[in-house]
């Protein structure tokens, strides 16, 4: 950590004696402002705005600055979140900014789509006194914006060139963070990406309204900028194989292509046209252009859309859905809505859109037109049971309890699997039953000097989790090769 931002330095012992912690505990937590349910889901526009200045620094003002900050252990990346909040405090926007930096590749992205209720705020010592969690997450946003704003460079430092090359398969949270990391410790960093724009799922899997891909284009000129070279439509596995990665030079290799193979549930009907995956049907709508009139790429559109799902995937579908026009856009889940994966605040937001949600639901079979077209769904009424492995209860099916719903498009966000292509071209890579990547606990793989991370090792996780890998790979890299 840079002394100038430790909590000992003396700006931030000022910070803490000119307001008690009982006045800071009463200031209450700072509303994101947000776009009004009518007017959003007729377009694309961010649904967050962003705190103003006097939100930002009144809500890092209730930091308490705690001297044994348990806020950063629930953080995958580390960062030292007292030291970016109290630079906010004291109008350092740019110093808060590279605080972040100095650990997340990523913080405008992470600001706007980690589950901080789940990682940093879950730690904050503010719901000890059953009061809410400082807006870590709304701060983070808010230093990003700001710098990104302001035209100000907030580039971290980085070694000098060590002479020593690198390759990343996949630009998506993962291989971006691990080539932030890499690139600041003086290593030449190529990320190769199968598609035609960088950013992996943080393009193709989430919304604009959520992400907006400016954003993301803002995060990536930064680390092209640091010196990481871009590859798009390269396939590793097709386009270059193991061995051609191999003869290139380089010493490491780190494999971040996510899970982008999705999953059926394999009932009846569901070859019908007009049920798809969640993966296709945002990929066409955010990454091809399918919503807009002019697109050459088709999306399938209809009245009444129902999403089988329950995580934030499911809650980016159904959400888009209903700004592609569906007049009846249903969540089908087959939990209650408490043992739901996704966000509380993409469940808040989904039903200030009109989403209806069907919990306690599960299809068994879809009914087709003569022209093999979906148009009924067929559900199974479920209760819970008792707790599986993950500590939900299961869902079981009340017998005989069956209801039909017509439909014109269903959905499929049921979960993902890694691309099988990869442990195909890289001969001796070891693959688990669920065809995720075998590491050790440093993510090296059964390859030497190649390392794995991100969904391609958990399955489907979050962007967190996955830059929280790519930051550990990049460490574990760097000590073997210097050690060599």
């Known amino acids: ?86 630079n906010i405090q004291r109008r350092n926007f740019r110093e808060a900014a590279l605080v972040l930096k100095e650990t997340s590749a990523l913080p405008a992205v992470c600001g706007r789509v980690c589950p901080q209720e789940r990682q940093c705020e879950s730690r904050c010592i503010y719901l000890k006194m059953k009061k ?34 690198v390759a990343v398969v996949g630009s998506g949270p993962a291989g971006l963070s691990f080539a932030g990391d890499m690139i600041k410790l003086g290593y030449d960093v190529t990320v190769y990406e199968a598609l035609h724009q960088i950013g992996g799922v943080l393009k193709y899997g ?12 803002v995060e990536i000129d930064a680390l092209a900028r640091m010196g990481v070279r871009f590859v798009k439509n390269c396939i590793i596995g097709k386009t270059l194989s193991y061995n051609d990665l191999l003869d290139l030079g380089y010493n490491g290799i780190f494999i971040a292509s996510g899970a982008g193979l999705p999953r059926f549930m394999g009932i009846p009907g569901e070859n019908l046209i007009n049920i798809l995956s969640s993966n296709e049907y945002l990929t066409r709508i955010n990454l091809m252009g399918a919503g807009r009139s002019d697109s050459a790429t088709p999306a399938p559109k209809g009245a009444t ?30 939990r209650s809505e408490e043992e739901m994966p996704a966000r509380l605040e993409e469940i808040k937001h989904a039903k200030e859109e009109g989403i209806e949600f069907l919990t306690l639901h599960n299809p068994v079979e879809y009914i ?13 009424r479920m209760q819970l049971g008792e707790p599986d492995a993950s500590g939900r209860r299961s869902p079981v099916p009340v017998p005989g309890d069956i209801v039909d719903i017509d439909v014109d498009v269903v959905v499929v966000s049921v979960g993902v699997s890694p691309n099988p292509l990869i442990p195909e071209a890289f001969d001796g890579l070891d693959v688990t039953r669920r065809g995720t990547l075998v590491v050790d606990d440093t993510l090296l793989t059964t390859l030497p000097a190649t390392y794995a991370g991100g969904d391609i090792v958990r399955g489907g996780a979050t962007v967190i989790l996955a830059m929280g890998d790519g930051r550990a790979a990049a460490t574990s890299m760097h000590t073997t090769l210097t050690k060599k």
């Open 305 to 334: 859309v129902a999403i089988i799902g329950g995580g934030n995937t499911a809650m980016d579908s159904v959400r888009t859905a209903r700004r592609m026009g569906a007049s009846r856009a249903i969540i089908v889940y087959r």
């Open 368 to 380: 087709g037109d003569d022209k093999g077209h979906v148009r009924t769904m067929r559900l199974q």
């Open 206 to 217: 989430i919304p604009e309204f959520r992400l907006p891909n400016a954003v993301v284009d």
């Open 132 to 165: 809410p969690a400082v807006a870590i997450g709304y701060l983070e946003r808010f230093a990003a914006d700001t710098q990104r704003l302001s035209g100000s460079d907030a580039l971290p430092p980085r070694l000098p060139a060590n002479g020593m090359r």
């Open 1 to 86: 950590m840079n002394s100038t931002n430790s909590r000992d330095a003396q700006w931030r012992q000022q910070l803490r004696d000119a307001m008690s912690a009982k006045e800071r505990t009463a200031i209450p937590r700072a509303k994101m402002p947000e776009l009004d349910p009518a007017y959003r889901i007729t377009c694309n526009d961010e649904v967050n705005q962003g705190l103003d200045e006097a939100q930002a620094v009144t809500e890092a003002t209730r930091c308490l600055d705690c001297p044994d900050p348990q806020c950063i252990t629930g953080c995958p990346v580390g960062i030292n979140i007292p030291g970016f909040i109290k």
